[in-house]
């Protein structure tokens, strides 16, 4: 079956653009998660869905980070002014119903010059 | 706050040799622990959890991982390593059952020579 996916797979912009970055989770699941990873780093937590409605963005750095999901399926986590230090791959997840297993989609590596 | 420790950035170990690789965790209340694979330029794969029950869980590949309350550790191993078995692993932790993020470990790579 589908897993999650995500596009674009890799993305290039110059400082001070804006980005978005899609992710399809697995038919069915509730549950969507984005997180963001550094090189040499594990996974950091920047914003969970559960339907519509974003249940915890606590993770998300500053308020040139926004996410969407207006049908509680694709999201699009959007990022305004781009800085270098965004630079990282962006991963999503989902999951059936919280607190199961989350499943992760292969990301999208973003580089901002 | 919830946290995860992988002790060692890396481990190498002898193809056929039992493997292990550490992971130690901090909640306030239950833990929810899984470990994560990743290969590269892959995204990430699960591979076993524990949510309660059996302390010795059975995960994918021939993985298994043990959990142990009094030392706050989740351990994963394997008893015959395999060089494929080469990958970036990651410990993390969900705190209870009404908690949504997972935090994770800032991950181990493990090298099999053949």
């Known amino acids: 079956g589908a897993g999650v996916s995500q596009t674009p797979s890799n993305k290039v912009t110059e400082k001070g653009k804006y980005v978005e970055l899609r992710c399809d989770p697995i038919s069915g699941h509730t549950a969507l998660y984005w997180y963001r990873q550094s090189l040499g780093q594990g996974p950091e937590f920047l914003i969970y869905?559960?339907?519509?409605?974003?249940?915890?963005d606590s993770g998300l750095p500053n308020d040139r980070f926004f996410a969407v999901r207006p049908e509680g399926s694709v999201s699009t986590l959007k990022i305004q002014r781009t800085e270098r230090g965004d630079s990282a791959v962006y991963l999503c997840?989902?999951?059936?119903?919280?607190?199961?297993?989350?499943?992760f989609g292969p990301g999208t590596r973003l580089l901002v010059l | 706050a919830q946290s995860v420790a992988q002790p060692e950035d890396q481990v190498n170990v002898a193809e056929g040799n039992p493997l292990t690789v550490k992971c130690t965790y901090s909640v306030s209340g239950n833990p929810y622990l899984f470990w994560y694979v990743q290969y590269p330029n892959r995204g990430l794969q699960f591979l076993l959890k524990?949510?309660?029950?059996?302390?010795l869980v059975k995960g994918s590949y021939g993985f298994e991982a043990e959990f142990n309350k009094s030392q706050t550790s989740f351990h994963l191993k394997k008893p015959s390593a395999l060089v494929s078995d080469s990958a970036l692993y990651f410990c993390a932790v969900r705190e209870g059952s009404s908690a949504s993020k997972i935090i994770f470990g800032s991950g181990t790579r493990l090298s099999i020579r053949p």
């Open positions: 524990y949510i309660t029950g059996d302390n």
């Open positions: 869905f559960q339907g519509t409605g974003a249940a915890d």
């Open positions: 997840a989902s999951s059936a119903s919280p607190p199961e297993t989350q499943y």
